[in-house]
């Protein structure tokens, strides 16, 4: 039997785990949505998880990086054999709850505004569903879960990575919710987050001004010379920037300022990631698992309530938001749920947000998807994903990530040749690009 075939044959298994089982893993997503933890702080959505992997037959590990008290491993193993990971994040954006209505109801709450509690379950029931398959159809091999906090402006992965947690693995599959299903080869953009202190001498400044050295007209002044910058950057370059300190009051020359940046040159480094190296090889046989496993299909129903989250919004600016994406066809904008595939991956062009995920991609062979998990037109970190993360929306998402994602990984266990040419791509890109972890060996998390 050729390994397509015995793909076809593992598919019903697959679908029939996730029917039977759908009703508690969307219960536990939603659990983890009504938490909604920050970075750092996600001790109930831990447990939520790590508590499922116990019941499961998974050995789980905990204190796994010093400052990361949140971050776990969960794995199974059936003998011999390679080391597939999928992985997880659960966290949570301060101040973006909503309440689940197809118009903005703020609660003043923290929100899961990029979908993680999606993207946490599942690819915890990725996990879960290869290895009953594993069991069931004599498969050998390790499936691992990392459970990874702070995501979110915390880079936990990349402390992770740093401190060895991803070490021997032989391939990665991952995925996040957004508004259209592909597989993606387009990489992030790397990211590191700066702060410069600036240091004057206070004086009043209706007084005594020619006493004084602004820190804050210095911050300024920096801010002002990288703005002219960006005119000379790369169109794929992203600059942001907040004066995180200004001084006290405006009548008094500020003696300390500081402005937080997210740029390429350090003075104190808070966090970073590396883009992201997706794995051809790897990226084609997951977009032909997820063509077997098929797009989310939603009703008319949720897509009544897509259309009115999306009021306001023209044909236009839809088929538009999914262009950075590589869907071009300007029919999309006649939606408001994606319920297709897109075949195009994207591969050459590079997709202009980061994550800590880029570090793993690294350490391993990596594919990534996409799947639809909230109305076109509308970005994460916004409310309509949000409320979409919380209802049928997002879980329709979720199931088909989930279902991909462990079809791969059992693709790659039961593929040696696969695996063999994504690790021959991988070694290459690795000798012309050395990996270097991009955090100071001596920064703690949250530092």
């Given at each position: 039997m050729d390994n397509t075939q015995k793909m076809n044959e593992i598919l019903p298994f697959i679908k029939q785990w996730f029917d039977e089982n759908q009703?508690?893993?969307?219960?536990?997503?939603?659990?983890?949505?009504?938490?909604?933890?920050?970075k750092f702080t996600e001790f109930g959505s831990m447990k939520v998880l790590t508590d499922i992997f116990r019941e499961h037959g998974f050995t789980v590990k905990t204190d796994l990086v010093q400052g990361l008290p949140t971050a776990f491993t969960a794995e199974w193993s059936n003998g011999n054999g390679?080391?597939?990971?999928?992985?997880?994040?659960?966290?949570?954006?301060?101040?973006?709850?909503?309440?689940?209505?197809?118009?903005?109801?703020?609660?003043?709450?923290?929100?899961?505004?990029?979908?993680?509690?999606?993207?946490?379950?599942?690819s915890m029931a990725a996990a879960l569903a290869a290895a009953k398959a594993m069991e069931h159809f004599g498969i050998h091999g390790t499936i691992k879960y990392f459970g990874c906090p702070a995501e979110e402006g915390g880079s936990g992965k990349v402390f992770m990575v740093r401190d060895?947690?991803?070490?021997?693995?032989d391939a990665v599959a991952r995925w996040h919710p957004i508004n259209a299903t592909f597989v993606s080869m387009s990489p992030s953009l790397c990211k590191f987050s700066v702060r410069y202190e600036f240091h004057g001498k206070a004086a009043h400044a209706g007084v005594t001004p020619h006493l004084g050295r602004s820190a804050l007209d210095a911050a300024i002044l920096m801010d002002v010379g990288v703005n002219y910058l960006q005119e000379h950057m790369p169109t794929s370059v992203r600059v942001h920037s907040i004066i995180s300190n200004g001084g006290q009051s405006p009548n008094t020359v500020p003696e300390l300022a500081e402005i937080w940046y997210?740029?390429?040159?350090?003075?104190?480094?808070?966090?970073?990631?590396?883009?992201?190296?997706?794995?051809?090889?790897?990226?084609?046989?997951?977009?032909?698992?997820?063509?077997?496993?098929?797009?989310p299909l939603f009703t008319?129903?949720?897509?009544?309530?897509?259309?009115?989250?999306?009021?306001?919004?023209?044909?236009?600016?839809?088929?538009?938001?999914?262009?950075?994406?590589?869907?071009?066809?300007?029919?999309?904008?006649?939606l408001d749920l994606y319920d297709?595939?897109?075949?195009?991956?994207?591969?050459?062009?590079?997709?202009?947000?980061?994550?800590?995920?880029?570090?793993?991609?690294?350490?391993?062979?990596?594919?990534?998807?996409?799947a639809a998990a909230q109305p076109i037109g509308t970005p994460n970190h916004s409310w309509q994903q949000v409320v979409c993360a919380g209802m049928s929306i997002g879980h329709k998402g979720m199931l088909c990530a989930g279902q991909t994602i462990a079809m791969t990984a059992l693709d790659i266990l039961t593929d040696?040749?696969?695996?063999?040419?994504?690790?021959?791509?991988?070694?290459?890109?690795?000798?012309?690009?050395?990996?270097?972890?991009?955090?100071?060996?001596?920064?703690?998390?949250g530092a």
């Open positions: 009703a508690w893993i969307t219960r536990a997503s939603d659990t983890i949505w009504e938490l909604a933890e920050v390679p080391v597939i990971a999928t992985l997880g994040e659960y966290d949570a954006l301060p101040g973006l709850g909503c309440e689940i209505a197809p118009e903005k109801t703020p609660t003043r709450k923290n929100g899961h505004g990029c979908g993680h509690n999606l993207l946490g379950v599942g060895g947690v991803f070490d021997g693995l997210g740029v390429t040159v350090t003075v104190k480094v808070e966090n970073g990631c590396s883009e992201t190296l997706p794995n051809q090889v790897l990226c084609d046989r997951m977009l032909v698992n997820l063509y077997r496993v098929g797009a008319e129903e949720e897509k009544a309530f897509a259309k009115k989250m999306n009021e306001g919004l023209t044909e236009a600016d839809k088929a538009k938001s999914l262009r950075i994406y590589g869907i071009t066809d300007p029919e999309v904008g006649k297709q595939i897109c075949p195009e991956q994207g591969a050459g062009k590079i997709t202009p947000y980061s994550t800590d995920s880029g570090d793993v991609s690294w350490q391993a062979p990596m594919c990534q998807m996409f040696p040749a696969l695996l063999q040419k994504a690790k021959q791509e991988f070694d290459a890109q690795l000798k012309r690009y050395p990996y270097t972890n991009p955090l100071p060996a001596e920064l703690l998390p």
